[in-house]
């Protein structure tokens, strides 16, 4: 999607902030994405964690993809746009009686559990409905994933998943519960990962672990690798899909992958962060002392990353054709962490100028919140 191709009429006719979706692409990543599993006959459950945007979940579920959920919320709302139940899996530290409940309504197929605690409330609720819940043991396999703090989940002091130490004691408590089926284990080591070697570091971990649980006599019918690969949010038009093809020829070459056994990916920010951008109009350009300010209607309540994160966004004036010069970019929030970019070269900045903040597609509208009453961001989408 280069700068030219912007529908800039209609941009212009849409209520600011909104967030515009390049539907040609997302469709594009989904024909390699299907390209990739397709050859090694993996299965991908998108994580709707990344965007649960009904029309963006209503293309994805179409195209016969699975949904991966973290909450009640989401198993709903992938239930509304069209996915199966026997196709969406249930993660999360904390669930809830309710949300727990609601998978087991419908069958879904399978609850990720991450905790001996949550493993005996859902054998508990699973006997009092006559069910038998099928699962996945989330194993925190103490994989660094080279990425920021804030989005790594699979070292030994992360909340999420169960320690390799205490698995004995969790196989041991399964031997004595009748209404919980063991499938597999279950594994996510983070987010926005770009060095493939960190995935060869947990096809090792998989591959010992396969070991220790079959010679408890148990079968692993599925292994979930969750998701993490990193996409190139400083060259989006330049590589606008990312490298599904050497992602999972990775695993292809490093999972000891048993006879009739199944692998799962649950690829998020990958599959929908290129096809999105956050759409802002200019309000001023402030003069200051030293810099100069780009101050948008958008703020960090429509795209919270560069505040929470630190994370890069491309940003374009989209609308002048002026010479460059330097500005910070910034919103109107009453915080100084309002900032989407320091220093960032633009095309010369006028009042009404359009600006798009680029790779927003996965944890932007999804993430976006009312501090200051704000409402919320509006929507588009090229077809």
Request: hydrophobic share 40%; with cysteine; aromatic share 10%.
């Amino acid at each position: 999607m280069l700068k030219e191709q912007f529908p800039i009429d209609k941009l212009k006719e849409q209520v600011t902030p909104c967030y515009y979706y390049d539907i040609v692409l997302l469709h594009r990543t989904l024909d390699a994405l299907q390209t990739e599993l397709d050859r090694y006959g993996y299965h991908e459950h998108y994580a709707v964690k990344a965007n649960a945007n009904p029309r963006i979940l209503a293309e994805i579920a179409r195209r016969g993809f699975g949904a991966d959920c973290v909450s009640g919320g989401e198993i709903q709302a992938a239930l509304d746009a069209g996915f199966p139940p026997e196709r969406i899996v249930f993660a999360g530290v904390g669930k809830t009686d309710r949300e727990i409940d609601l998978g087991l309504e419908h069958d879904i197929a399978c609850f990720n559990v991450e905790s001996l605690a949550e493993l005996r409330v859902l054998n508990e609720r699973a006997a009092a409905r006559g069910k038998t819940a099928r699962i996945a043991l989330r194993i925190n396999p103490d994989v660094d994933a080279h990425t920021h703090e804030k989005i790594t989940t699979g070292k030994r002091e992360n909340k999420f998943g169960i320690n390799m130490s205490l698995l004995p004691g969790i196989f041991d408590s399964l031997a004595d519960m009748r209404n919980v089926y063991f499938t597999g284990i279950h594994f996510h080591i983070g987010s926005q990962i770009t060095d493939l070697f960190v995935f060869g570091d947990l096809c090792i971990r998989a591959n010992a672990l396969q070991d220790e649980i079959e010679a408890r006599g148990l079968t692993v019918e599925s292994l979930n690798f969750g998701g993490g690969l990193g996409i190139d949010y400083h060259h989006p038009d330049e590589n606008p899909i990312p490298d599904f093809e050497n992602y999972f020829a990775t695993f292809h070459q490093l999972v000891k992958q048993r006879p009739g056994q199944q692998i799962h990916f649950e690829l998020g920010r990958a599959v929908v962060a290129q096809c999105g951008t956050l759409i802002s109009k200019v309000l001023y350009m402030k003069e200051g002392e030293e810099k100069k300010f780009a101050v948008l209607d958008a703020g960090f309540t429509d795209l919270i990353r560069p505040a929470m994160y630190g994370a890069y966004h491309r940003i374009e004036n989209i609308t002048s054709k002026g010479g460059m010069d330097i500005y910070d970019v910034v919103g109107p929030i009453c915080e100084s962490s309002d900032v989407f970019g320091q220093d960032v070269g633009l095309n010369e900045v006028r009042r009404n100028d359009l600006v798009a903040l680029r790779s927003a597609g996965a944890y932007g509208e999804i993430m976006a919140s009312q501090y200051n009453c704000r409402p919320l961001p509006k929507n588009c989408f090229s077809e």
